[in-house]
C-alpha cells in the first residue's frame, strides 16, 4: 500500500504561482512512477504530467508544457508541481498519484491516488 498526502493548493491571481507538494509513504514507494491529475467541475479529471522513479521520462499535457514543473525527491518520498504563469483555466482540484510501473497518462492506470488539493485561479 502507497498513501498520498497532497498540500499547497490555494487562491491565487493569474499570472502568479504556486507549488504542490505530496508526500507518499508506505512500501518502495519510491520505486514508483508518480504524477498529477485534475479535475475541473463539471469536467472529467484529466492528466497533467507524470514521471517514472528516476525522473528520466516525464510526460507533459500540452497546455502546460512550459509553466509546470514536476520533480521529485526521493530521499523525502515527496513529489513536487511547481506552477506558473497560472491562468483561470487551470482551477481544478489536483490529485497525486501514483503506480508501480513507468509512467502513464490515463486515470485507470494509476493505483494509488491522494484526497486531492483544491487550486483556484483568479482572473
Known amino acids: 500500500q502507497v498513501q498520498l498526502v497532497e498540500s499547497g493548493g490555494g487562491l491565487v491571481q493569474a499570472g502568479g504561482s504556486l507549488r504542490l507538494s505530496c508526500a507518499a509513504s508506505?512500501?518502495?514507494?519510491?520505486?514508483?512512477?508518480m504524477g498529477w491529475f485534475r479535475q475541473a467541475p463539471g469536467k472529467e479529471r484529466e492528466f497533467v504530467v507524470g514521471?517514472?522513479?528516476?525522473?528520466?521520462?516525464?510526460y507533459y499535457k500540452d497546455s502546460v508544457k512550459g509553466r509546470f514543473t514536476i520533480s521529485r525527491d526521493n530521499a523525502k518520498n515527496t513529489v513536487y508541481l511547481q506552477m506558473n504563469s497560472l491562468k483561470p483555466e487551470d482551477t481544478a482540484v489536483y490529485y497525486c498519484?501514483?503506480?508501480?510501473?513507468?509512467?502513464?497518462?490515463?486515470?485507470?492506470?494509476?493505483?494509488?491516488w491522494g484526497q486531492g488539493t483544491q487550486v483556484t485561479v483568479s482572473s
Open positions: 498519484v501514483a503506480r508501480p510501473s513507468t509512467s502513464a497518462t490515463t486515470v485507470e492506470e494509476y493505483e494509488y
Open positions: 508506505g512500501r518502495t514507494a519510491s520505486s514508483y512512477a
Open positions: 514521471m517514472t522513479w528516476s525522473g528520466g521520462v516525464i
